[in-house]
């Protein structure tokens, strides 16, 4: 393996930790002004929309 070989792969890499970052940046700039309903059910099996939960109570996204 070389850098010439693996520059694809590592490219992507980056390329796609630059589009999650955008893409969470713009969901906590929209998030105070959304609301989606997440029932029990499904906030309990994804783990990562817990983070989203507002304080109150209620799943907010």
């Known amino acids: 393996m070389n850098m010439r070989d693996d520059y694809s792969k590592i490219a992507g890499a ?3 930790e ?3 970052k955008v893409l969470h940046q713009w969901l906590l700039d929209k998030m ?3 609301y ?3 029932d029990d059910d499904t906030q309990g ?3 990562s ?3 989203y ?3 109150e109570g209620k799943q907010a996204l």
Do not use: E, R
């Open 32 to 34: 105070s002004s959304y």
């Open 53 to 55: 939960a507002s304080k």
């Open 45 to 47: 099996d994804c783990p």
């Open 49 to 51: 929309l817990a983070q």
């Open 36 to 38: 989606i309903m997440v």
């Open 14 to 16: 980056a390329l796609a």
């Open 18 to 20: 630059k589009k999650q």
